[in-house]
């Protein structure tokens, strides 16, 4: 591992600039910015959704793409770095189909909505959007390794099947979007 930091502020940064990890400098409004920052803020609420009780399959989970999404963010930090594989969406597609299998069918839409964990996976899931969409934009300009847009897209389905099965667990119902509720 590199050196670790013993100051925290270097004021480097005082003028919108920041660095990335492979030693460049960039705007701190930047595209490749921007995605890294949303890959942090989606896993910060991944970390909302673990501070909950969760079922240990989530919460192993979770944890395992905590960890994959500061890989993913290090990956973005260093423009020629490549450490998102196929393997991993395929792990998020294995977990998907296991909490996927016990769920009743969907036939309406839901809103996000219940428990407290059950809300901030669906948080995380809009964040996860985000994120994607700020990743696409990068991707116009710049290659990504193209792993990183599939597993981010994987990664918003698991979250919208896990706050599911959070609704389930926390005792609670899916709210579904009723049409009928607009009209007063």
């Known amino acids: 591992m590199g050196n670790r930091l013993s100051k925290i502020y270097t004021r480097t940064g005082d003028d919108g600039s ?11 409004d ?5 995605a890294i920052g949303t890959v942090d803020e989606l896993n910060s609420a991944i970390g ?7 079922p240990e399959a989530i919460n192993d989970c979770f944890t395992r ?8 963010g290090g990956e973005l930090a260093i423009p020629t770095y490549v450490v998102m594989k196929d393997e991993l969406t395929q792990m998020l597609e294995q977990q998907l189909d296991a909490l996927n299998k016990d769920l009743p069918y969907l036939k309406e839409f839901i809103l996000p909505a219940g ?16 994120t994607e969409r700020r990743c696409v934009t990068l991707h116009r300009s710049e290659t990504l390794n193209p792993f990183i847009l599939t597993y981010l897209n994987r990664l918003s389905d698991l979250l919208f099947v896990a706050a599911r099965t959070l609704a389930r667990h926390e005792g609670g119902e899916e709210v579904f979007w009723n049409r009928e509720n607009l009209r007063g």
């Open 18 to 28: 920041t660095g990335l990890a492979d030693g460049s400098r960039t705007e701190k």
């Open 30 to 34: 930047s595209l490749r910015m921007e």
């Open 48 to 54: 909302m959704v673990l501070s909950h009780e969760v």
């Open 65 to 72: 793409v905590q960890h994959d999404l500061f890989d993913l």
């Open 115 to 130: 428990g407290q964990a059950t809300t901030c996976c669906h948080l995380a899931r809009c964040i996860c959007r985000r």
